[in-house]
């Protein structure tokens, strides 16, 4: 099996949580202060030697496509306005990657975004990483599944533990444990009830797959809303070769919903040394007059 070159990146949903900010904005492109979720995980693929990027969009994404490309009246102001620090910034964005764009032309679901992205594929082994998830050091994640996929040469699943309560929000792997790392996925429950849950490992939205994907995703009958679900091709795939899957060790991030997106940016926000002090008082101070309200 050849080592993973290619990622695919489904960008094409309509953000609908985020309507009407997402109208004419893709929800990949929402800042989490000053850099857009989606480059957050291109800059990840990038660094562990991904140097193929196949973002599956939509009539309404050009904004992701704008962004890693050059904007040359934006450079000449940078330049002219002698600003070189942010005019560097803006270049090296336009200059990360070469990227490929499908159309998704119906919004049929993840697994029919996936295959849109076959022809770009071809007969490659590819990650899939979904564009609202962020991963603290997704480098050492990244690096981990390509282990694991060298090691094995079948498809690698991410994993993490979330509450039992919560189970019902996420694809759901039953496991049986190789080692301390590495588990063997033995099936995968779409949004299962907590009392039929066969664990709390969620899918977290990393996937580095074989090209027989592609051939499940073709026979993977519509489900709920007409969509054809990764999860289902997922299930055909285990029936004809295993899929192996690791725990992550770094905190993940889902900014997929607002009160998500919200979490996230104050997390990150409050991690910057130049805007962390006086962002700690203000939420102090509205903490304070949350209390007082009670």
Same mark, same amino acid.
């Given at each position: ?13 309509? @953000?609908?949580?985020? *309507?009407? !900010?997402?109208? /004419?904005?893709?929800? =990949? ?7 857009? $979720? &989606? ?71 993840? @697994?029919?975004?996936? *295959?849109? !992205?076959?022809? /770009?594929?071809?007969? =490659? ?7 609202? $998830? &962020? ?160």
């Amino acid at each position: 099996m050849r080592d993973i070159r290619k990622a695919v990146l489904p960008v094409a949903g309509w @953000g609908t949580r985020f *309507l009407p !900010a997402t109208k /004419a904005m893709p929800k =990949e492109m929402l800042p989490i202060i000053d850099k857009p $979720i &989606i480059q957050f995980i291109v800059e990840a693929l990038v660094n562990v030697g991904i140097e193929n990027l196949i973002f599956v969009t939509g009539r309404h994404k050009k904004a992701i496509e704008n962004h890693f490309d050059h904007n040359v009246e934006l450079e000449e102001h940078l330049k002219k306005a002698g600003k070189e620090k942010l005019l560097k910034e803006v270049v090296y964005i336009a200059n990360m990657i070469n990227p490929i764009y499908v159309r998704q032309k119906e919004q049929l679901g993840l @697994g029919h975004a996936v *295959l849109m !992205a076959e022809p /770009a594929v071809s007969q =490659e082994p590819f990650i899939v990483a979904l564009g609202d $998830i &962020i991963i603290d050091n997704e480098e050492e994640e990244l690096s981990r599944m390509l282990k694991l996929f060298r090691k094995f040469g079948n498809s690698i699943i991410a994993l993490m533990e979330v509450p039992w309560e919560e189970v019902s929000k996420y694809g759901i792997a039953k496991v049986r444990e190789l080692d301390e790392e590495t588990y063997i996925i033995e099936d995968l429950v779409e949004k299962p009830s907590p009392e039929e849950a066969p664990s709390n490992l969620a899918i977290v939205g990393r996937y580095a797959f074989t090209p027989s994907i592609f051939e499940k995703l073709k026979i993977t009958k519509p489900g709920k809303g007409g969509e054809i679900q990764l999860t289902d091709a997922m299930k055909m795939l285990l029936e004809e070769e295993a899929i192996y899957a690791y725990k992550v060790k770094n905190p993940v991030y889902d900014t997929g919903t607002p009160l998500g997106y919200l979490k996230t940016v104050i997390t990150f926000a409050l991690r910057r040394e130049d805007i962390n002090g006086e962002l700690k008082e203000f939420i102090k101070e509205r903490i304070g007059l949350i209390g007082d309200v009670r």
